[in-house]
């Protein structure tokens, strides 16, 4: 059983800056692509971030250049590093990430870390 758990959400001012961290654990041979996704309360839900296995990193236009995804494949874990926040991410931000065994290959989500940008 593959779990994938993130940390580090919470409130914070415009301009200010936040880290989001997600780990996975659980029965895993390899951790290929990782990603964050957010979605606001009556909106759907959009990439945010992006990582390959390999470290290419792809970004929303709305968050390029404030925000970067990172990956530690010891640590199984990817982090989002979010900078000059503004109240349009406000958001649930969730974890994403394909982790095979042995023998299978699924796609596993976090259960979300709510994060708040207002004055």
């Known amino acids: 059983q593959v779990q994938l758990v993130e940390s580090g959400g919470g409130l914070v001012q415009p301009g200010g800056s936040l880290r989001l961290s997600c780990a996975a654990s659980?029965?895993?041979?390899?951790?290929?692509?990782m990603g964050w996704y957010r979605q606001a309360p009556g909106k759907q839900r959009e990439l945010v971030a992006h990582?390959?296995?390999?470290?290419?990193?792809n970004y929303a236009d709305s968050v390029k250049g404030r925000f970067t995804i990172s990956r530690d494949d010891g640590a199984k874990t990817t982090t989002l590093q979010m900078n000059n926040l503004n109240p349009e991410d406000t958001a649930d931000y969730y974890c994403?990430?394909?982790?095979?065994?042995?023998?299978?290959?699924?796609?596993?989500w976090g259960q979300g870390t709510q994060v708040t940008v207002s004055s």
């Open positions: 659980g029965r895993i041979f390899r951790v290929h692509d």
């Open positions: 990582i390959t296995a390999g470290g290419t990193t």
């Open positions: 994403n990430a394909g982790i095979s065994d042995t023998m299978h290959f699924d796609i596993y």
